[in-house]
């Protein structure tokens, strides 16, 4: 049984991916405690406000919670019964196998085919923001949600391909929407790609009875959630407490304000802290610089968000050094502050929000230049293929900005400083889809690269990832022992 085991595994590469990626989990699960935060308050709710805990007192903090809180009683359900007793042994347990799902789930959507580059950029996420709030509580309602949303994004790339679904599988992947859209932001972004699959599967006229009936069940469950969401009586008290504890002026603000103030903190965090997004504009750039070797306007274009990248994070120190008026514009503006009835008169208040613009029109254009390249490079190509680069541009831009609107929106929730690093979550991890998909279509272009050149961005990823590692394990540690 075993020698059959490691068979399986020495003939899969992906296999052997995965495993590193979870025994790369398990170490970082051994040094994760519960001594703060949320989950000791669910801890509080679930042992001692009931004299025992069972299905009866489940059902009354459940629905004390969507009668005085939050809609997430789906989530909070799971996390009541892991969290009476701390169960965290049961837990880790558990978080280790939806950590395998995910890797899985992730390296099926891009079919298997860039699995090593895959398991690089999901170790550059940031696992320590999974315990701002506590471990338990942020890895069941934001995690357990991504793999669960994958899932179920697996029966759509099914259908897609005119493969088929078993009723069995069907049920599993519909169960899995029903509590991956119970989180709002996940719910708007199923939501999305619902919409652009049944374009495509209308385009590739694909449809066939069972596969409307079935899609239509996921839209109701979708959007079903979206609602209950919405209408839940808890949200008055949930944003009058938000506005109240940490947007005082919240009220005051426009559609526009909120607007600007989306786009402000997404690409704000974006520019100066994800490691995610630095490698996404890195990889643009040189598809760029390859594609088009004697455009310097597109270069340039292409090296613009690298450039505002690089300045605002790695180079940070140097900036504020010497050019500190242009540091403490961008610096304020990451955090509450924005252009209202005391600045509207400085020029300075808008830089911001042209800027990070800017590097988003950057970021679009260069998809659109890697994906249909001019007529005079695809001259000898079919006008079929060159519609599948159209397609194909179409695809990736309305992804990339899916994933910008589902952390833009939280713009207007009074809560948007409150749940840190972890609301850009979903952003990074299409960020992370679209390094694949983008590697994929374009991989060939890197074996014209002159000498060493690939091995050592090869090596260079694989140092990032060493790094992100270490950062996450000293960061653990460090929050119990110095924090």
């Known amino acids: 049984m ?27 699960h051994v040094f994760m405690r519960e001594y703060d935060s949320d989950t ?15 299905i009866g007192a489940l059902y009354r903090l459940l629905k004390y919670r969507y009668e005085s809180w939050t809609s ?52 550059l996420y940031p696992v320590y923001e999974m315990g701002t709030a506590g471990w ?26 005119d493969g088929r679904l078993s009723v069995v599988q069907m049920i599993i992947c519909v169960m ?44 109701v469950i979708c959007i079903g959630n979206i609602v209950f969401a919405l209408t839940g009586p808890g949200n008055h008290v949930k944003e009058g407490y938000g506005v109240w504890y940490w947007f005082p002026d919240y009220d005051s603000l426009t559609i526009v304000d909120k607007m600007v103030m989306a786009v402000n903190t997404t690409m704000s965090f974006l520019t100066e802290k994800s490691i995610i997004w630095f490698v996404f504009v890195v990889l643009i750039l040189m598809i760029v610089l390859v594609k088009y070797p004697r455009d310097v306007f597109r270069s340039a274009v292409a090296a613009f968000p690298v450039a505002i990248t690089i300045i605002r994070s790695f180079l940070s120190t140097a900036g504020k050094a010497y050019f500190p008026d242009y540091m403490y514009i961008l610096d304020v503006y990451s955090d509450a502050a924005r252009v209202d009835p005391t600045n509207y ?37 079919p006008s079929l293929d060159r519609i599948a680069d159209v397609r194909e541009t179409w695809v990736l831009l309305y992804v990339i900005i899916l994933g910008f ?18 609301t850009f979550m979903v952003t990074e991890f299409v960020l992370i889809y679209l390094i694949q998909r983008l590697y994929g279509r374009q991989m060939k272009l890197f074996d014209v690269l002159p000498g060493q050149f690939p091995r050592l961005c090869r090596i260079g990823m694989i140092c990032l990832a060493v790094l992100s590692v270490i950062n996450n394990l000293l960061t653990i540690t460090n929050r119990y022992y110095y924090g």
């Open 2 to 28: 075993l020698s059959r085991f490691f068979q399986y595994v020495k003939k899969n590469k992906y296999v052997q991916y995965m495993l590193v990626y979870v025994a790369i989990m398990a170490i970082l």
């Open 40 to 54: 000791v308050g669910y801890y509080s709710r679930a042992s001692w406000e009931e004299p025992s805990f069972g």
């Open 72 to 123: 997430r009683i789906v989530l909070e359900a799971p996390l009541f019964v892991l969290t009476h007793g701390m169960h965290q042994l049961l837990w880790s347990v558990i978080n280790l196998i939806m950590h395998g799902i995910l890797y899985v789930a992730l390296d099926c959507l891009t079919d298997h085919k860039h699995s090593r580059l895959l398991l690089l950029t999901i170790l």
């Open 136 to 161: 338990i509580t942020c890895y069941i309602i934001y995690w357990w949600t991504l793999t669960l949303v994958s899932i179920s994004l697996l029966s759509l790339k099914v259908m897609h391909e």
């Open 176 to 219: 899995c929407e029903f509590y991956a859209t119970s989180l709002e932001q996940f719910a708007g972004l199923y939501l999305g790609i619902l919409v652009l699959f049944t374009m495509l599967m209308i385009a590739d006229q694909r449809f066939t009875p069972s596969r409307v009936a079935f899609t239509v069940i996921q839209y």
């Open 345 to 381: 008169n400085s020029p300075s208040g808008y830089i911001p929000f042209i800027l990070y613009m800017t590097v988003v029109t950057a970021v679009l254009c260069s998809i659109v230049w890697i994906c249909i390249p001019d007529s005079d490079v695809t001259s000898d190509v």
């Open 405 to 422: 609107a589902v952390r833009g929106v939280m713009g207007f929730s009074p809560t948007i400083y409150a749940s840190s690093q972890r």
